[in-house]
C-alpha cells in the first residue's frame, strides 16, 4: 500500500462514483476515517437513470430508486455540505459554511451538472433534470399539464419524451440537430429514434434552435429562430451537462471539461493523492485517448480502480482501460450501446431489421469494429461486447443469418 491504511480520506460527491468509491476504499483494506461529503440530502444516495423513465412516469417511487449499501461501511457522511475549494498543499477540503476536512487522500466524485437554457432563469415551468428532487418537482406540474416541450433530443430528451407520452401529454421536441442522436450513434440509429418519436406521436421540430421561452413569471411559449411558436404548459430541458469542478478551480488540479487525470484515474497536479471517478474524471485511456464518459456503468468500474491507484499506486491498479458502455430505454425498447462511435465511422446492420425494431448495428473504423449498437435485444449484448473488445475485424463475421 502507498496510502496508510489508518490515513484519512475524503470522497467529495455523495452519489454512485463516491459511494462506490467507499466501498472500495474498505474493500482494498482501507480503515482509517472516511468522509464522503455530498450536496444533496440523500443516504443512502439514489439512482439517477429511473428518474427519466419509472420514476417520472410513477411506475416506481422514488425510495426504491435508492442505491443499496452495505452495512458497517463506517462513513461519516456529510449532507447538504457543497465543497468550495481544495487546498493540495495543506491536504484540506473547504466546505461552503466555512468548513474543512483533512485528508491523505482524496476522491473527487462530483458528477455533472445540468446545463441550463440560457434565458430562462427565474422563468416557472422550466425544468432540468439531474435530480430525485428535480423530478418530483417536475411530476407535481405534469400532474396538471397537458402540453409538454422538451428542449434538447439527447438521450435524457427522448426518454422524457417517451415517459410524457405514456402519461398521455402532448409532447413537443425539439433539437438543432436533425436525427436525434445521430451525432452520438451516427444516421442510421438516429434515423431509427426519429422514427420512433414519430410513430409515438411525439411533435418534432429537429433542425430547429430555441430563439426564447416566452411567458409572464412562467413559460407559456417556447418560440424557435424560424419564428415558430409552441404554446406549453411546461419546458424540460436537457442539453447536456458540465463536469462539475467549479470548486477546484486554482487548486493546482489540472481541468480541462472535467479533472484531467493519468491512466490509472489519479488526477494530474495532485501529487499522487487526489484521484477522480465518475462523470468529472477525464482520463487517459490507453485505447481511446483522453476520455470522459457519462454513463452509469463507468461511475462505478471507474471509482473501484481510481481507489486502487489511491491506496496501491499505478504500478499494481495498472491503466483503466474500459470498454465504455451505456442504455437507455425509449418507448419500451431498450438501446444499448458498447465501444466508442465516431464521426465517420462506417456502420453497418449486422442482425436483425431496423423496420422491425430489433438489430444490431456494427460500427467500424480502419478495419476494426470499434462499437456495436444493440436495440431490441439485450442478449445479443454480450457477444457483441466481446467482439468489440477483441478488435475484431470489420466487417465483423454474420453472427445470426
Ligand atoms: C435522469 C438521468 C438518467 C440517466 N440514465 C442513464 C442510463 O439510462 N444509462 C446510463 O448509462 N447512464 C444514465 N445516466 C447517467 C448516470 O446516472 C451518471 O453517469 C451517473 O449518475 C454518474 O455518477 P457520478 O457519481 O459520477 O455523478 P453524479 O451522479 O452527478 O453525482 C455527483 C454528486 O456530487 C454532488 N456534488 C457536486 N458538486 C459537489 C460539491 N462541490 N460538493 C459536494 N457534492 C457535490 C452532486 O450533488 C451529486 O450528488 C442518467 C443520468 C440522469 C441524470
Not at 428535480?134 to 438521450?155: N, Q, Y
Not at 430505454?329 to 458498447?338: A, E, I, S, T, Y
Request: aromatic share 4%.
Amino acid at each position: 500500500m502507498i496510502l496508510d491504511p489508518a490515513a484519512p480520506v475524503v470522497v467529495v460527491g455523495a452519489s454512485l462514483a463516491g459511494v462506490r468509491a467507499a466501498q472500495a476504499l474498505r474493500r482494498e483494506g482501507h480503515t482509517g476515517a472516511l468522509t464522503v461529503i455530498g450536496a444533496e440530502q440523500h443516504w443512502p444516495p439514489y439512482d439517477r437513470p429511473p428518474l427519466s423513465k419509472q420514476v417520472l412516469t410513477g411506475a416506481l417511487d422514488a425510495e426504491r430508486a435508492r442505491l443499496r449499501l452495505p452495512d458497517g461501511l463506517g462513513v461519516e457522511v456529510v449532507l447538504g455540505r457543497r465543497a468550495t475549494g481544495l487546498d493540495l498543499r495543506r491536504g484540506e477540503v473547504t466546505g461552503d459554511d466555512g468548513s474543512s476536512f483533512a485528508f491523505d487522500g482524496l476522491v473527487v466524485a462530483t458528477g455533472a451538472t445540468p446545463r441550463a437554457l440560457p434565458g430562462t432563469g427565474g422563468l416557472a415551468g422550466v425544468h432540468l433534470l439531474r435530480t430525485v428532487d428535480d423530478v418530483a418537482r417536475l411530476r407535481a406540474e405534469l400532474a396538471s399539464a397537458t402540453r409538454v416541450a422538451i428542449v434538447g433530443a439527447g438521450f435524457i430528451g427522448c426518454e422524457v419524451a417517451s415517459s410524457c407520452r405514456s402519461l398521455g401529454l402532448d409532447v413537443t421536441l425539439v433539437d438543432a440537430l436533425d436525427p436525434p442522436l445521430g451525432a452520438v450513434l451516427g444516421a442510421t440509429a438516429g434515423g431509427f429514434v426519429r422514427q420512433q418519436l414519430l410513430a409515438n406521436g411525439v411533435r418534432l421540430h429537429l433542425g430547429s434552435t430555441v430563439a426564447a421561452v416566452e411567458g409572464a413569471g412562467r413559460a407559456r411559449k417556447v418560440v424557435l429562430a424560424d419564428g415558430t411558436e409552441i404554446d406549453t404548459d411546461v419546458v424540460v430541458v436537457g442539453i447536456g451537462v458540465t463536469p462539475a469542478t467549479e470548486w477546484l478551480e486554482g487548486s493546482g488540479l489540472q481541468l480541462r471539461d472535467g479533472v484531467v487525470c493519468d491512466e490509472a484515474c489519479r488526477a494530474l497536479g495532485g501529487d499522487g493523492r487526489v484521484v477522480a471517478a465518475g462523470d468529472v474524471a477525464r482520463w487517459d485511456h490507453p485505447r481511446y485517448g483522453s476520455l470522459r464518459t457519462e454513463h452509469w456503468t463507468n461511475a462505478g468500474e471507474q471509482a473501484a480502480h481510481a481507489v486502487r491507484a489511491l491506496v496501491h499506486g499505478p504500478a499494481v491498479a495498472g491503466p483503466y482501460a474500459p470498454t465504455p458502455y451505456f442504455w437507455s430505454d425509449q418507448f419500451g425498447v431498450k438501446l444499448q450501446f458498447v465501444g466508442i462511435a465516431r464521426p465517420g465511422d462506417e456502420v453497418t446492420v449486422a442482425e436483425g431489421s431496423v423496420e422491425e425494431g430489433r438489430f444490431v448495428l456494427a460500427y467500424g473504423r480502419d478495419g476494426v469494429t470499434v462499437g456495436a449498437l444493440c436495440v431490441g435485444c439485450p442478449r445479443r449484448l454480450v457477444e457483441w461486447q466481446a467482439l468489440v473488445d477483441a478488435r475484431a475485424a470489420y466487417p465483423p463475421p454474420v453472427l445470426v443469418p
